[in-house]
């Protein structure tokens, strides 16, 4: 008889032994620590109901775009996996059974990746699986897991305090009415569900919904957006919202990382043309660059933390971004320059104790040249974690080796998960501890820190660095 499914303690740890046995040490130190969770994408709304997963698919395959482009890249239709096309009448699987069917048949796929690591994480340690995936057990354990699903103790708000999340920071729309929030704050959980200000769709007027953007700004303010300096009041005015919401972070996805400030004029010629015709590309770029800068600008006046993550070209397969909508035609990573583009920016605010900058990328071959040296010397810069297609055991593993010779880490922010999946969370905190504990580890083999260093430093990654570099300071 077949052995349950287990998973092995001393997974993602080093293999050489001396520094597993180190590694375990240090991991051991970290890994019951609460998880500060400060760049999500979960559905406020879900947490505020406490809504129920529904069943596997809907809980593990549909809304996951890490599982659902490795499966595309096989051949397969986002339809075949429950993405409902935009088109009402277009096809699309409904059978959720089968769409479980189809990625357990196809599990090796997900081999080495760090898809395969979150999802086995949350299939033994969350939900009790004992079988791995596959054609022959498909059925099996979608049965069990809609039967776990089912209980209260799966819901939402429930795992939240099982997998000891301290703090959930959402990202939130600039007319998000975080209604919500309030909602959450006036049961008690004010200080574990905060809000992120996300700005990019007012900032871009080249791009389709930029008048529909401001529109609804000006519907959500109390200001009557007709000009450049009513935007700026406008947006201002809701980022001071966001802040008595709770919030702690704005969230910038842009192209490129260019700061480059507009003189007012300039700024309020592309704002007025684009109110009433189209603006190109360049010109629309030049002035997100400006509000990146004027964002700066007004994290100094507010407090809230600036995170710009550059360098993701959006929906790069037209017909399936025509077909399904933004977030679905498939992010690839592009070449960021950072030195030159950010010299507007800290030039201005880089020194100044009230500005603070997360900066993350998907370009790690800027880790050594640009950002370490960047978060090396500037107070008010650190490092984001790896993120996106670099959350990965060797992707953090790199990082590490890469950044922390010229920033060290207390330049960083220590680990945030960047997901929309909830009950992958845990499963990524725990990789990224087990990651740096190994980091640590060889350091302490090659005598380079002691045990209690790498300790330390271990629970200020996992703990301390990230409350630190989103708490906020009081503005003078």
Partial sequence: MAQPWA???????????????IAREVYAATADLPVISMHGHIDVGAIRRNDPFGDPAELFIIPDHYLVRMLVSQGYRNSDLGVRPLEPNAPFEADHRLIWRRFAENWKLFRGTPTRYWIEHELVEIFGVTEEPSAET????????????????????????????????????????????????????????????????????????????????SARSSVDVTDYRSFLEAVQERRFAFVAAGGLATDHGHRTANTTPLDAADAERIFQQALT???????????????????????????????????????????VFQA?????????????????????????????????????????????????????????????????????ADGMARFRELTTETAGF?????FVDDTRAFASIPARHDLARRVDAGYLAKLVAEHRLTIDEATETAVDLAYNLPKASYARRPQQ
């Fill in 7 to 21: 998973l092995h303690p001393d997974r993602a740890l080093p293999a050489e032994p001396g520094q597993r046995a």
């Fill in 277 to 319: 015709r189209p603006v190109d590309a360049a010109t629309g770029e030049a002035f997100a660059g400006n509000m990146l800068f004027e964002s700066a600008r007004m994290s100094t006046e507010d407090g809230l933390v600036m995170q710009l993550h550059p360098g993701v070209g959006r929906d790069h397969a037209d017909a």
């Fill in 138 to 217: 498909a059925d099996a354990i979608y049965d069990q897991l809609t039967a776990t699903l089912a209980k209260p103790q799966f819901r939402i708000r429930e795992l939240f305090d099982r997998f000891n999340i301290e703090v959930l920071s959402t990202t939130d729309a600039p007319d998000a009415d975080l209604a919500d929030h309030r909602a959450l704050a006036a049961e008690g959980w004010g200080d574990r569900v905060i809000p992120t200000f996300r700005p990019d769709a007012l900032f871009y007027p080249h791009r389709s919904g930029w008048r529909g953007a401001i529109a609804a700004l």
């Fill in 410 to 414: 207390y330049n960083t922010s220590g």
């Fill in 324 to 392: 399904y909508g933004p977030d679905n035609g498939f992010d690839i990573p592009e070449a960021v320059e950072f030195t030159r583009s950010l010299a507007p920016l800290l030039n201005a605010f880089g020194l100044d104790p009230r500005f603070r900058l997360i900066l993350f990328t998907i370009d790690e071959t800027v880790y050594s040249r640009e950002l370490a040296p960047i978060a090396g010397v500037y107070p008010s810069v650190k490092l984001g974690a790896p993120w996106w297609f670099l959350d990965s």
